[in-house]
T-cell receptor
Framework: DAGVTQSPTHLIKTRGQQVTLRCSPK?????VSWYQQALGQGPQFIFQ???????QRGNFPDRFSGHQFPNYSSELNVNALLLGDSALYLC?????????????FGDGTRLSIL | GNSVTQMEGPVTLSEEAFLTINCTYT??????LFWYVQYPGEGLQLLLK?????DKGSNKGFEATYRKETTSFHLEKGSVQVSDSAVYFC????????????????FGQGTILTVHP
């Protein structure tokens, strides 16, 4: 039973570029959440997707956008990259939309901005 | 808004010592509470959870009790091992009285635990 998988594992970009990160949820899960974890900090919620729609959003600028596909996989897009966007980006999946099921995390994508 | 405060670390213990990592929260409604663990280079793994007051979550020798009166969810383990060395995160997720989740997890800043042989 595959867990949450994220790609790529590492990525290096320069300021002003755009990046797309990908996530496949755990089998049976239909809800995907994205988090940003800066070095030495706890994860910060970016947004959550359910039924291909953004359901909830954290305090992140519009440069951060996402998408969910019919197979429940998801992408996180970040435009006009800033040095401060360097972080570990975590994807988490869960089931049941508004249910209280726990979220399962992938190993993340380490994004470095030069 | 919701918030989680964890005890400042890092915490360094000898093997077989008793562990407590304090966690307090601020939330409206009926939050669910979680402990996650992060090993170096990996994502977060759910360690245990509690969904209502006085619930005790437990897993792999770790325990935490949801204390609504003190808004706390302290993590404990009676005898730590070197393999428990990791970063531990306390988190909450808001829910309403009907159990509908508000989706996002709010995390504390994390506590680094190092266990020496």
């Amino acid at each position: 039973d595959a867990g949450v998988t994220q790609s790529p594992t590492h990525l290096i970009k320069t300021r002003g570029q755009q990046v797309t990160l990908r996530c496949s949820p755990k089998s049976g899960h239909d809800t995907v959440s994205w988090y940003q974890q800066a070095l030495g900090q706890g994860p910060q919620f970016i947004f959550q997707y359910y039924e291909e729609e953004e359901r909830q959003r954290g305090n992140f600028p519009d440069r951060f956008s996402g998408h969910q596909f019919p197979n429940y996989s998801s992408e996180l897009n970040v435009n006009a990259l800033l040095l401060g966007d360097s972080a570990l980006y975590l994807c988490a999946s869960s089931s049941g939309g508004y249910s209280n099921q726990p979220q399962h995390f992938g190993d993340g994508t380490r994004l470095s901005i030069l | 808004g919701n918030s989680v405060t964890q005890m400042e670390g890092p915490v360094t213990l000898s093997e077989e010592a008793f562990l407590t990592i304090n966690c307090t929260y601020t939330a409206t409604g009926y939050p669910s509470l979680f402990w996650y663990v992060q090993y170096p280079g990996e994502g977060l793994q759910l360690l245990l959870k509690a969904t209502k007051a006085d619930d005790k979550g437990s897993n792999k020798g770790f325990e935490a009790t949801y204390r609504k009166e003190t808004t706390s969810f302290h993590l404990e383990k009676g005898s730590v091992q070197v393999s428990d060395s990791a970063v531990y995160f306390c988190a909450l997720r808001g829910t309403n009285a009907g159990g509908t989740s508000y989706g996002k997890l709010t995390f504390g800043q994390g506590t680094i635990l190092t266990v020496h042989p």
